[in-house]
Antibody, heavy 117, light 112 residues
Framework: EVQLVESGGGLVQPGGSLRLSCAAS????????MSWVRQAPGKGLEWVAN????????YYVDSVKGRFTISRDNAKNSLYLQMNSLRAEDTAMYYC??????????WGHGTLVSVSS | DIVMTQTPLSSPVTLGQPASISCRSS???????????LSWLQQRPGQPPRLLIY???NRFSGVPDRFSGSGAGTDFTLKISRVEAEDVGIYFC?????????FGQGTTVEIK
């Protein structure tokens, strides 16, 4: 059974940093692209970033470029999102998902990030 | 960026009756590889998104056959043939033809 479990969320002040993790199991993690998608409270979904199997290709939404870094450790079956210079508008539930060609098939339950002073 | 527009934003439905959600993209979703990367997601209250349909009309594993997707180019539709109580939630269309991936605003399906 495919499982994705996010962690690392919490309350942080504007300008601060957080590192999110996503532990994957039930599939060969190193064979798949992975994604982060976020959802502000009561709002819709926003794609954040994608990473390929060997960490050599990364794509970001413009609003996080230069502040967020997606990475992975295939030996640990883990996906990460390093978030720096956080802003109030980054407040959201962050989901990791397994990427297929043209869609995301499995999603974690999310980890909540709150940016507030 | 490709803008995805869903209608209606709210759909009150009687149990056992059909429901239909429309999704329109601001430009064609046909990829250079010939595929159209339009998918539909369901988000039940308090739950993460769940994939229902990918590449316009392909049902994902475990998705009941009362869900169907159709469309082409810029106009797409998700249909629920007979709404059940467990179908209550928000439905999103999503395009992955062009970066950045973008989503529709969401359509809330509720029981009358």
């Amino acid at each position: 059974e495919v499982q994705l479990v996010e962690s690392g969320g919490g309350l942080v002040q504007p300008g601060g940093s957080l590192r999110l993790s996503c532990a994957a199991s039930g599939f060969t993690f190193s064979s798949y692209w992975m994604s982060w998608v976020r959802q502000a409270p009561g709002k819709g979904l926003e794609w954040v970033a994608n990473i390929n199997q060997d960490d050599s290709e990364k794509y970001y939404v413009d609003s996080v470029k230069g502040r967020f870094t997606i990475s992975r450790d295939n030996a640990k079956n883990s996906l990460y999102l390093q978030m720096n210079s956080l802003r109030a508008e980054d407040t959201a539930m962050y989901y990791c998902s397994r990427k297929r060609t043209g869609y995301s098939d499995y999603w974690g339950h999310g980890t909540l990030v709150s940016v507030s002073s | 960026d490709i803008v995805m527009t869903q209608t209606p934003l709210s759909s009150p439905v009687t149990l056992g009756q059909p429901a239909s959600i429309s999704c329109r993209s601001s430009q064609s979703l046909v990829h250079s590889d010939g595929n159209t990367y339009l998918s539909w997601l369901q988000q039940r209250p308090g739950q993460p998104p769940r994939l229902l349909i990918y590449k316009i009309s392909n049902r994902f594993s475990g998705v009941p056959d009362r869900f169907s997707g159709s469309g082409a180019g810029t106009d797409f539709t998700l249909k629920i043939s007979r709404v059940e109580a467990e179908d209550v939630g928000i439905y999103f269309c999503m395009q992955a033809t062009q970066f950045p991936w973008t989503f529709g605003q969401g359509t809330t399906v509720e029981i009358k």
